[in-house]
C-alpha cells in the first residue's frame, strides 16, 4: 500500500482552495492508502504568530478536518513528533543555498523587506521534505501551489541517497486534483485564495455560515459581461474563470457542462445557485466543527493518539537516517 503524507498549516480556519485542493482529496485516499495527515504548527512559526492563537487555531484546525471526514487515527500535530525536527536538520545541511533562493513562495512571503523575515521562513521547505521523507511517504495530495517544494524534497532526497551511497529515500510524487488546484481570491481573480489575505471577503472558510457564504459569493468580484457558452470566453477573464471552476469542482462536473447551463445568462442566477450548492456542501461541515469544538479533551487526545502512531512510523527511519549520516547512538 503507498503511504501518503500531507500537512497544512494551523493559521486559520481552512479554506475552500484547502479544501478543494487538498483535504476532500485527503479524505477520498483513505480508503486505501496508509495516510498521516498533519497540522504542521512549526511552519507556523515561520511567520509572526501569537502563543495563544496558534493554539485555538490548532484546534480549529484539527475540529475542522476531522469534521471534513479525515480518519482521527491518521491526524497530529507536527511539533509532537520529534523525527520532524531531527530530520529537518539534517536536511538544512544537504539541501543548497541556491536551491532555496529560487523558491517563488519565500519571495512572495518574504517581499521586498527579506533582511527582516525568519531563517525559519527561509529553510520552511527542508522542513517539509523532512515531514515527507521521514514517513518514507511516497504520494502527496497537495495544491499546485505546493509544487515547487516537492521538486526540491525529491533533490534533498537525492542529493542524501547520492551521499551517503545508499537508496535510502524513496521518491516523492505529487497528487494534485485536476480541477481547482489553485482557487483564486474571491476579491481578485489573479491571487491566490489564502487564509493570510487581509480581505475576509477574498475566501470562504468552512466555518462560514449560510448567510456568511452566500453574501461572499454575492459580493465576489465579477465583470460586467453575460457567462460565456465555452470556455474559451474564460480565458481573459480570470474571476468568471475562478466561479465556474469553484461550481465544477464542488459540483464535480466539468466547467463545460457548467456553462452549457449558465452561458449566455448574467451571474446573478449563476451566483445564487453557487450559494446554494456552497452551503449544501459545507453547512454539515461547520456544523460538525462546532460540535467538535466544545470538547477540547477528545481532540487533544486525538491528536496525542495520531501522534504515537506518526512516531511509531517515522522514528525507526529517522534514527536510520541519522546512522547514516554518522551520528553515534
Ligand atoms: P497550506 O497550509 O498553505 O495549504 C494546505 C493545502 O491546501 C492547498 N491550498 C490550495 N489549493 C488550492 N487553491 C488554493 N487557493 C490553495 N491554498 C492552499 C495547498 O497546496 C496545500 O496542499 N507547505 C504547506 C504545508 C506542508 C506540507 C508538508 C504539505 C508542510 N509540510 C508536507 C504537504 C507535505 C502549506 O503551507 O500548505
Known amino acids: 500500500m503507498q503511504r501518503v503524507f500531507s500537512g497544512i498549516q494551523p493559521t486559520g480556519i481552512p479554506h475552500l482552495g484547502n479544501y478543494l485542493g487538498a483535504i476532500r482529496n485527503w479524505a477520498t485516499l483513505q480508503a486505501d492508502h496508509d495516510c498521516l495527515f498533519c497540522l504542521v504548527d512549526m ?58 533562493n529560487r523558491m517563488t513562495q ?51 532526497a537525492q542529493k542524501f541517497n547520492h551521499d551517503m551511497g545508499v537508496e535510502f529515500f524513496p521518491k516523492i510524487e505529487p ?10 481570491s474571491l476579491r481578485d481573480g489573479t491571487k491566490k485564495m489564502s487564509k493570510s489575505d487581509p480581505s475576509a471577503q477574498s475566501r470562504i472558510v468552512l466555518t462560514d455560515t449560510a448567510d456568511e457564504i452566500a453574501g461572499k459569493i454575492r459580493r465576489a468580484k465579477t465583470d460586467s459581461e453575460p457567462l460565456p457558452s465555452e470556455m474559451a470566453g474564460l480565458a481573459e477573464r480570470p474571476e468568471a474563470r475562478n466561479l465556474v471552476t469553484i461550481y465544477a469542482a464542488v459540483s464535480e462536473r466539468t466547467p463545460a457542462d457548467i456553462l452549457s447551463e449558465f452561458g449566455g445568462q448574467g451571474f446573478g442566477p449563476f451566483k445564487n445557485a453557487l450559494a446554494e450548492l456552497l452551503v449544501q456542501k459545507l453547512a454539515p461541515i461547520a456544523t460538525e466543527t462546532s460540535r ?21 512510523v517515522a522514528d525507526p527511519i529517522v534514527n536510520e537516517a541519522e546512522s547514516l549520516v554518522g551520528f553515534l547512538r
Not at 292 to 312: I, K, P, Y
Open 106 to 156: 519565500f519571495k512572495d512571503k518574504a517581499g521586498k523587506n527579506r533582511e527582516n523575515h525568519s531563517a525559519g521562513l527561509y529553510v520552511y521547505p527542508n522542513l517539509m521534505a523532512a515531514d515527507i521523507l521521514a514517513f518514507h511517504a511516497t504520494r502527496v495530495p497537495v495544491g499546485d501551489d505546493q509544487l515547487q517544494h516537492l521538486e526540491l524534497a525529491n533533490d534533498i
Open 175 to 184: 497528487l494534485v486534483p485536476p480541477a481547482a488546484a489553485r482557487v483564486m
Open 292 to 312: 467538535l469544538l466544545q470538547d477540547e479533551t477528545h481532540l487533544l487526545s486525538v491528536l496525542r493518539t495520531g501522534a504515537e502512531r506518526a512516531r511509531s
Open 43 to 100: 511552519h507556523s512559526l515561520t511567520m509572526p504568530w501569537s502563543p495563544q492563537t496558534l493554539r485555538e487555531q490548532t484546534l480549529g484546525s484539527a475540529a475542522c478536518l476531522l469534521a471534513a471526514g479525515i480518519d482521527p487515527t491518521r491526524l497530529y500535530n507536527q511539533s509532537a513528533v520529534s523525527a520532524h525536527a531531527r530530520l529537518g536538520w539534517i536536511f538544512n545541511c544537504v539541501s543548497r543555498l541556491g536551491w532555496l
